[in-house]
C-alpha cells in the first residue's frame, strides 16, 4: 500500500459552546441575593496549518475526522466555563482546500500558513448578563452555539523547483536517486513509479533544491487517461520543468515524438506551462538507439555522463525564478466574512430563519419561562425579523424555524405563538 496519498476527504468538526448557568447568590445575611450566573466556555476551532514536514495527507486516509473540544458550561459565583481547546491539523505545504462542491476554499501554500476550517461554537450567556432595571432576577439563560461542521476535499500539488516530465520508464526515478538522497523504486517496465518521488540536492553549503519525480505521461494525460491528472497536478508549482526524451525508448517512439506528445499534454492541460524555464534532457546515451535532440543535455544516470553540467544548469534556473518570485513574506489572505442580518427562505411550507444573530436570540434554556419568552420576542423584532417574515409572505399559523425553535406564527404583537 503506498505512503504517498494526495487527495483525501476530512470531516471537521468544531467544538460546541458551553450553556450559561442560572444561579443566584446565596450566602448568609444575604436577603435575594442577585443572580450571579457566569458564562459558558467557547468551543475549540480547528484550523488547517501547513508544514514543510508532512510530506503527504496519508494521516487522513483512514482516519478522517478531526473534532475540537467543547467549551465548560458555566457555574455560580459568576464562574465562566472554560474554552474548549484548539485542533491544529497539519498538512503538507502546498494543500488545496475545497467545499464538497469543489469550490477553493484556501490554498496553503507558504509553510506555516494557517486557516480556519471550523469555528467553534460561542458559549452562552449566564443570567446575570440579562439583569436589568426592569428584570431584577433573570431566570433564564441562553445555550452555547453548536461548532460549525463539514467535510472538505484536501488536495496536495507538491512545491519542487525541479520537475522531472517525460514518458513511462525515461530513466525520471534513475536520475533523481543519483543526484539526491531519494530511493524510488526502479525497474524496466513502465509505470513503476506511481507516485511522486521527492530528492533534496545540495550544491554546497549555501544551495539546495527540491526535484520532483513525476510519474510518467501518457498521451491522453490532459483529458485524464490513466492518472493523467493527478500527475500533472504536481506540475503546476515547479519552478523549472526538466523534460526527459528516451534515447532508447521501450515502445519503439522516436525522441522527437516523445517531445511534441509531452509539450501538447502539458498545454492543453494548462498553456501557461509551456511559458515556465525548462530544461530539454536526452537521457539513456549509454544505451542510445536515437540520436539526442538538438539544444539537449545528453546524459546517462548510469555511467554520470553529463550530470554535472545538468546540475548546473538547473542551479541557474532555479536561482533565477527565485529571484523572480514575490517576496517570501507576502502571503495570500483569504477571509471568510461572517454573513450579516437575518433572511427568510421558505422550505418545504416552513419559512425558515437564518442568521446568526437571530439564533442566537432563540438559543434559551427554558422558553416556556414568561421572562426567557419576552426576551426573546424583543430581540428578534429588534433584528427585524417579524418584517422579514410578513415581506416573504407569511400568515398566522403557518411554521417558522429559527435554529432548533419551531413554532406556529402568530399575526400578533407577539408574533411567536404558543
Known sequence: ????????????????????????????????????????????DIWLVADHNVASLLAFRDYPHRKAENGRHGS????????????D???????IVKDSGGKILADLSISGSRWLAAAGGIGGKGNTRFLNNRRR??????QGEHGEEQWLKLELKLLADVALVG??????????????????KIANYPFTTL????????LNDEFEMVIADIPGLIEGAADGKGLGHQFLRHVERSRVLAILVDLAPYDEQTPENQLN???????????????????LISSKNDVAQHEPLENSFVISSITGEGLDKLLTEFKALVSEARNKKNKPDERIVIHRPLPKGISVVKDKGTYVVIGRAAER???????????????????????????ALKKAGIKTGDIVRIGELVFDYSDEDNFLAE
Open 167 to 184: 514518458f513511462p520508464n525515461v530513466g525520471k526515478s534513475t536520475l533523481i536517486s543519483r543526484l539526491s538522497a531519494a530511493k524510488p
Open 261 to 279: 506528445v509531452i509539450l501538447g499534454e502539458l498545454e492543453k492541460y494548462k498553456p501557461e506551462l509551456l511559458t515556465r524555464p525548462r530544461v
Open 361 to 387: 436570540a432563540v438559543a434559551l434554556n427554558d422558553l416556556t419561562n414568561i421572562e426567557a419568552l419576552e426576551y426573546a420576542q424583543n430581540a428578534l423584532t429588534k433584528l427585524g425579523v417579524d418584517k
Open 195 to 202: 507516485v511522486p518521488n521527492l530528492g533534496v540536492v545540495r
Open 76 to 87: 455560580g459565583k459568576k464562574k465562566h466555563g472554560a474554552n474548549g481547546v484548539s485542533e
Open 1 to 44: 500500500m503506498s505512503n504517498f496519498v494526495d487527495e483525501c476527504g476530512i470531516n471537521v468538526n468544531a467544538g460546541d459552546g458551553g450553556a450559561g448557568c442560572v444561579a443566584f447568590r446565596r450566602e448568609a445575611h444575604v436577603d435575594r441575593g442577585g443572580p450571579d450566573g457566569g458564562d459558558g466556555g467557547n468551543g475549540g
Open 89 to 95: 491539523v497539519v498538512v503538507p505545504v502546498g494543500t
Open 137 to 142: 432576577a433573570p431566570s433564564f439563560a441562553e
